[in-house]
């Protein structure tokens, strides 16, 4: 069974940077699709950004594209999330998701078409002055 566990959140000004980590046990992450999910309080969880296992595809929220990058580093076995420019707008608990089905890209994760099987327990990010 795949198990994520996040961390690298915390406080951050607006215009300032975070970065992410997702480490992966009870599998290897290349063999998934991989993302990242966010939920504000008192809004629905939303996609974030997500890296098809199957094309090696990246999608993008409008929110974040351009300020966030999704990668993966398999000698880790880990999945990261830069964050840029944060703005307030981004304070969440952030949560890393994998599954195992093999579509190709991903944007279905992002726009909550697709269910993610497997998920973190989630970090906290909070962006204020």
């Known amino acids: 069974q795949l198990q994520l566990v996040e961390s690298g959140g915390g406080l951050a000004q607006p215009g300032g940077s975070l970065r992410l980590s997702c480490g992966a046990s009870g599998g290897t992450l290349d063999h998934y699709t991989i993302g990242w999910f966010r939920q504000a309080p008192g809004k629905r969880r939303e996609g974030v950004a997500c890296?098809?296992?199957?094309?090696?595809?990246?999608t993008y929220a409008h929110s974040v594209e351009g300020r966030f990058t999704i990668s993966r580093d398999d000698a880790k076995n880990t999945l990261y999330l830069e964050m840029n420019n944060l703005e307030p707008e981004d304070t969440a608990l952030y949560y890393c998701?994998?599954?195992?089905?093999?579509?190709?890209?991903?944007?279905?994760?992002?726009?909550?078409?697709?269910?993610?099987?497997?998920w973190g327990k989630g970090t906290l990010v909070s962006v204020f002055s």
């Open positions: 890296l098809s296992g199957t094309d090696g595809t990246t």
């Open positions: 998701a994998a599954d195992g089905a093999r579509y190709f890209g991903c944007s279905g994760y992002v726009a909550g078409t697709y269910n993610m099987d497997y």
